[in-house]
């Protein structure tokens, strides 16, 4: 079955796949591969992309744009966009809603009509159904922003087998996950957002060491600042405000983005405007030279997060050995001028920056569908995480390797009759005991007193993006809850983890056989002590030489106990589950009728 990579951008949105060994982005029918991330509301129904775009001005209350931002989000976490955006927003459930005419929308709504449109795009070019899909999020986005992306998909009847981060696709689209290891700067500068990402390759596994950008800073400002020195100039010659009019403002925008994009092909470049009510044609040559000395302050604004990003990941910028452009805007020469200065050498830049991601998606969907051999993992934990059980055992939750964000959730119970509390220790490592493994945090859950056995406690472990560990323990009688989150990668040097693993495989079989030598003792300890009671209660009920014969069997199980052979153990345990046979079965017997009688004085009553 196909799986097929999907670039759900804020501007723009992109769909690849992967022909033979090459990625390959989908062109729609116009021959572009970008489909705007624009969604409007038309008299005649709804419409995604380049003709949305033009709604964008037309019929603004009914145009949505920049969806990707309220992704996941709540009302109060996008206090700061509102100012940038006309929408009307409510919310339901913690999820925001969009007003989009008389309609509300929640984001993986509207992102899913644009995913629709990729799907059918694909369909029409591929000539077959489309259900599969790796999207791609930026690596700074957290659960719910991937959970909301993944929604998306599946409103838009898409199995997302996948979310990736964007840096990390764009580094496989430039294959370096065959390098076996390296420290890679993505510097992502898009239409209105700038992303720098430091990511850290081994053994073809790809972590994020850091991110930080700007939200509010893209291609759109340069165009912004060419805008306005041609509204002045038309000003000072023909004595005209453009501002007031909707349609030459417009024109104003495209023509400035024009000139900039013609000005990283060539020297000089001119803007052409034609002014309102016929008043003639406006005529502007821009050079390349003037062109930088305007937006070089905008470039400059990328440089200190990329310096930020590098101190956070502790690193100097001679340590990062690959530099990859993404986004349209790294088109522009003063852009990788800057960007090769700070980093000192040369960045990738012979793939097409606004398809790298959508390029790299398709090479992940590829490896998941199995047409490449190549053994890739992504994003995973490196160390196995769990808890601490009985006789000091742990319990693992999360594998190693295993792709994050991922959760997992077990059930557990008490040992000892009457606990008030438990203690939930949280572990890492490869090995079977707690005392060989890597100690990363402990809470207490506190609990009504109860016969062992009976309380319910369901541990959950939830590893976000970043590979932060959030552990709750929860009584499922009481629901009461306690958690704590951990940075289980925090201090741990690559050596450190190298080691954990090695010793795991050295000290396997020792560890298989202490593993069960403490779970034989413990399920014969547990036995011995059943056993007892049920002496104690049903004893009167069978014959001596039985209860001789049980007692017997006690003795023998007690002393296999004390010895080191598990297997010795678990013979033992059967010689007593055998001898104690008729007693347990007397037992049950006779609890049924005690219950059945119980039900009747419960009906008289
Ligand atoms: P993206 O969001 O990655 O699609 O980037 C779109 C931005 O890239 C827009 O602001 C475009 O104006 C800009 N862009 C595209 N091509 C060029 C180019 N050749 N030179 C400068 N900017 C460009």
């Known amino acids: 079955m196909r799986i097929v990579g999907i670039d759900l951008g804020t501007t723009n949105s992109l769909i ?15 021959g572009r591969a970008m489909v705007p991330s624009v969604v409007a509301m038309t008299d005649n129904g709804l419409i995604v992309g380049d003709p949305a775009k033009e709604h964008l001005v037309r019929n603004p209350a009914r145009t949505v744009y920049s969806v990707k931002r309220f992704m996941g989000k709540g009302l109060a976490d996008v206090a700061d966009e509102l100012k940038y955006f006309p929408y009307t927003l409510s919310e339901q459930g913690g999820v925001i809603r969009i007003k989009v005419g008389e309609k509300t929308y929640s984001p993986p709504q509207i992102s899913a009509m644009i995913l629709k449109e990729l799907k059918q795009r694909a369909e029409a070019v591929l000539h077959e159904d489309i259900s599969k ?29 996948r979310i990736i981060n964007e840096p990390t696709a764009a580094s496989l689209a430039y294959g370096l996950q065959q390098h076996t290891q390296g420290t ?17 390759l081994k053994d073809g596994i790809f972590e994020v060491l850091s991110t930080n950008g700007n939200t509010h800073l ?10 306005e020195v041609i509204l002045k100039d038309v000003r000072a010659k023909h004595g005209l405000s453009l501002e007031k009019y909707d349609e030459a403002m417009q024109a104003v925008r495209l023509e400035a983005e024009r000139t900039k994009i013609r000005l990283s092909d060539e020297q000089t470049a001119t803007a052409v405007i034609e002014l309102p009510d016929a008043t003639g044609t406006y005529r502007k040559d821009f050079s390349r030279d003037q062109l930088e000395a305007l937006t070089v302050e905008l470039v400059e604004r990328t440089l200190g997060p990329c310096r930020q990003a590098l101190k956070d990941a502790g690193l100097q910028p001679s340590d990062i050995d690959e530099v990859v452009l993404v986004g349209g805007s790294t088109r522009m020469p003063l852009v990788r001028r800057r960007v090769q200065e700070l980093f000192g050498k040369a960045p990738h830049s012979e793939l097409n920056p606004d398809e790298v991601v959508a390029l790299g998606a398709a090479v992940q969907a590829g490896i998941l569908s199995g047409d490449t051999q190549d ?37 557990f119970t008490t040992y000892v009759d009457g606990q008030t509390g438990v203690d939930i220790h949280i572990l890492q490592g490869e090995r079977e005991l707690v005392k060989d493994n890597r100690s990363l945090a402990r809470f207490r859950l506190k609990m009504p007193p109860l016969p062992a056995g009976v309380p319910r406690i369901e541990v959950t ?57 403490i779970e034989a003792r ?77 039900k009747k004085l419960s009906d008289f009553q």
């Open 16 to 30: 690849a796949y992967m022909d033979g060994k090459t990625p390959r982005v989908i062109a729609g029918r116009g």
């Open 133 to 161: 899909a790796v999207i791609t999020v930026p690596a700074y986005f957290n659960d719910s922003q991937r959970q909301a992306t993944k929604d998306a998909g599946m409103i838009a009847g898409l199995d997302v087998v």
């Open 184 to 200: 890679i700067a993505v510097y992502d500068l898009g239409g209105g957002t700038f992303d720098i990402s430091i990511l850290k």
């Open 218 to 227: 893209g291609g759109d400002d340069f165009d912004h600042v060419l805008a």
């Open 375 to 411: 053994m890739l993992l992504l994003d995973v934990t490196p160390l196995s995480m769990g808890i601490e059980t009985m006789g000091g055992v742990m319990s693992t939750l999360v594998r190693r390797n295993t792709t994050i964000p991922s959760s997992a959730k077990e059930m």
């Open 461 to 517: 472990f939830l590893i976000d993006a970043n590979g932060i560990l959030n552990v709750t323990a929860r009584d499922m009688r009481t629901s009461q809850s306690q958690s704590i989150e951990v940075k289980p990668s925090y201090g741990l040097s690559d050596e450190e983890v190298e080691q954990m693993i090695g010793d795991s495989f050295k000290f396997a079989a020792e560890d298989i056989t202490a593993r069960k030598l």
């Open 522 to 598: 413990l399920d014969g300890g547990a036995l011995i002590a059943a056993t007892e009671k049920s002496l104690t209660q049903g004893g009167h009920l069978i014959a001596t030489d039985e209860i001789a014969a049980i007692r017997a069997a006690l003795a023998a199980l007690a002393a296999a106990k004390d010895g080191t052979d598990p297997r010795a153990i678990r013979a033992r345990m059967a010689d007593v589950e055998q001898s104690a046979h008729h007693l347990t079965a007397t037992l049950m017997d006779d609890s049924l009728k005690q219950a059945l009688q119980n």
